[in-house]
């Protein structure tokens, strides 16, 4: 198993799209997709592995019958659900390396807990309307809670509800796929954050220090209690 990087990508939507596509030429030894949806006529503009065809079919169906179009080595796999803290830790047993790309801030805290737990390092990335992030923690860098401190209690936006333009999920799952790459060449780029504005044209990258206080870092968070991901942000 020591060769062998078996990735575990969350979401099969705007963000994985171009991961998805990118990772089938790459030295992937297998790729598992978890999602639960269908594909929606209102999202194909920024979910670009799918086409008209395709409405109303499983999104990990495809995604995978896709991948396997384009695969010049990885086999995959798919996993039908939301990934969940029951089935989370399970899941990353059998895999190296965990990409998130999901559309509500639960499921990225979620994955940002469980990847930690498990050790498996954790590509994330989120965007709302022309704006968006992608970043790199490995288990022994910043985090995503280093970044976002926690679930904002209040109402927030997801990508589904304020939209996100198609051109904006492409270039931060290039930029994730590309974090992978790196991680699969044996870089270790932990704590990188990379931000993208297209209207400004800003393509920034800065890097995230661990905080002395984040619950994940410091020990605290050692489980995957159901109500820490329950507050504002159910897709
Ligand atoms: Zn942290």
Same mark, same amino acid.
């Given at each position: 198993?020591?060769?062998?990087?078996?990735?575990?990508?969350?979401?099969?939507?705007?963000?994985?799209?171009?991961?998805?596509?990118?990772?089938?030429?790459?030295?992937?030894?297998?790729?598992?997709?978890?999602?639960?949806?269908?594909?929606?006529?209102?999202?194909?503009?920024?979910?670009?592995?799918?086409?008209?065809?395709?409405?109303?079919?499983?999104?990990?169906?495809?995604?995978?019958?896709?991948?396997?179009?384009?695969?010049?080595?990885?086999?995959?796999?798919?996993?039908?659900?939301?990934?969940?803290?029951?089935?989370?830790?399970?899941?990353?047993?059998?895999?190296?390396?965990?990409?998130?790309?999901?559309?509500?801030?639960?499921?990225?805290?979620?994955?940002?807990?469980?990847?930690?737990?498990?050790?498996?390092? %954790?590509?994330?990335? *989120?965007? @709302?309307?022309?704006?968006?992030? !992608? /970043?790199? &923690?490995?288990?022994?860098?910043?985090? +995503?809670?280093?970044?976002?401190?926690?679930?904002?209690?209040?109402?927030?936006?997801?990508?589904?509800? %304020?939209?996100?333009? *198609?051109? @904006?999920?492409?270039?931060?799952? !290039? /930029?994730? &796929?590309?974090?992978?790459?790196?991680? +699969?060449?044996?870089?270790?780029?932990?704590?990188?954050?990379?931000?993208?504005?297209?209207?400004?044209? %800003?393509?920034?990258?800065?890097? @995230?220090?661990?905080?002395?206080?984040?619950?994940?870092?410091?020990?605290?968070?050692?489980? +995957?209690?159901?109500?820490?991901?329950?507050?504002?942000?159910?897709?």
């Amino acid at each position: 198993m020591s060769a062998a990087h078996r990735i575990l990508v969350v979401g099969a939507g705007g963000l994985s799209s171009p991961v998805l596509r990118l990772l089938s030429q790459s030295e992937a030894t297998h790729i598992t997709i978890v999602d639960d949806d269908v594909v929606d006529e209102s999202n194909l503009h920024r979910q670009t592995l799918y086409g008209p065809s395709d409405v109303g079919s499983s999104k990990i169906e495809r995604a995978a019958e896709a991948v396997r179009t384009l695969s010049t080595g990885p086999t995959v796999s798919i996993v039908e659900g939301r990934f969940v803290p029951d089935t989370a830790l399970g899941l990353l047993e059998e895999h190296t390396l965990l990409v998130e790309g999901a559309d509500n801030l639960a499921t990225k805290f979620l994955v940002a807990d469980a990847a930690r737990i498990a050790g498996v390092p %954790a590509v994330q990335a *989120g965007a @709302v309307r022309w704006a968006g992030w !992608a /970043l790199c &923690a490995l288990p022994d860098s910043a985090c +995503l809670r280093c970044l976002f401190e926690d679930i904002p209690r209040d109402r927030i936006e997801t990508c589904a509800e %304020a939209g996100v333009v *198609g051109p @904006v999920v492409g270039v931060l799952g !290039a /930029l994730q &796929a590309a974090f992978v790459f790196r991680l +699969l060449q044996g870089e270790r780029p932990g704590g990188e954050l990379w931000h993208y504005d297209a209207l400004r044209g %800003a393509l920034r990258k800065t890097f @995230v220090r661990r905080r002395r206080d984040c619950p994940l870092c410091n020990g605290e968070i050692q489980d +995957l209690r159901m109500e820490r991901y329950t507050a504002a942000c159910a897709a």
